[in-house]
Every structure is written in C-alpha cells, then in structure tokens.
C-alpha cells in the first residue's frame, strides 16, 4: 500500500507561481511512476505532467515550458512546480503513483488562479 498527501495549493493571481508537493508513505519502493493530473469543475481528470524512477518526465501540451515535475527518491516526494499560471490552470490537482499493479491517489489539492 501506499499512500499520497498533496500540499502546497492556493491563491494565486495570474503570472503567478506555486509548487506543489507530494509526500508517498508505505510501500513506496515499488513505485514505478508518479504524476500529478487536475480536474476542473465540470471536467475530466486528466494529466498535467509524469516521471519515472530514473527521472523521465512527460507534460501535458497545454503546460510544458510553465511547469516542471521533479522527484526527490530520497525523501519519497514528487513536486509541481508552476510558473506562468493562467485562469484556465484552476483546479483539483491530485497526486498519483503506480506500482504496475494499481494506481494511488491522493486527496487532492485545490489551485485557483485569479485574472
């Protein structure tokens, strides 16, 4: 089992910055991959930004060149760090892990982007 706490979402006014971050507990050596998805009010979840233990990362088109995913394996954390932000980033952002058998969530944390 593992387990996922998001932290670091907010208030922000547009062209602002926040990073996120998310702390894995439990089983957390049989983590192949971590991303960070979001989901806004009448939307989808989808995903935002992926990497693997070795460090390969993968973004969402709508955020590359404004926002990094980064992973500290040492201190089992991943982080979102979001640069640039607009309106149309609002949303639940959710941590999510993946050990080839199933997926972990997080609870989520809520980012508002004011224009």
């Known amino acids: 089992q593992v387990q996922l706490v998001e932290s670091g979402g907010g208030l922000v006014q547009a062209g602002g910055s926040l990073r996120l971050s998310c702390a894995a507990s439990?089983?957390?050596?049989?983590?192949?991959?971590m991303r960070w998805y979001r989901q806004a009010p009448g939307k989808q979840r989808g995903l935002v930004a992926g990497?693997?233990?070795?460090?390969?990362?993968n973004y969402a088109d709508s955020v590359k060149g404004r926002f990094t995913i980064s992973r500290d394996n040492a201190k089992n954390t991943v982080y979102l760090q979001m640069n640039s932000l607009k309106p149309e980033d609002t949303a639940v952002y959710y941590c999510n892990a993946y050990d080839a058998f199933r997926n972990y969530w997080g609870q989520g944390t809520q980012v508002t982007v004011s224009s």
């Open positions: 990497i693997t233990t070795g460090g390969t990362t």
């Open positions: 439990g089983s957390t050596r049989s983590i192949n991959v």
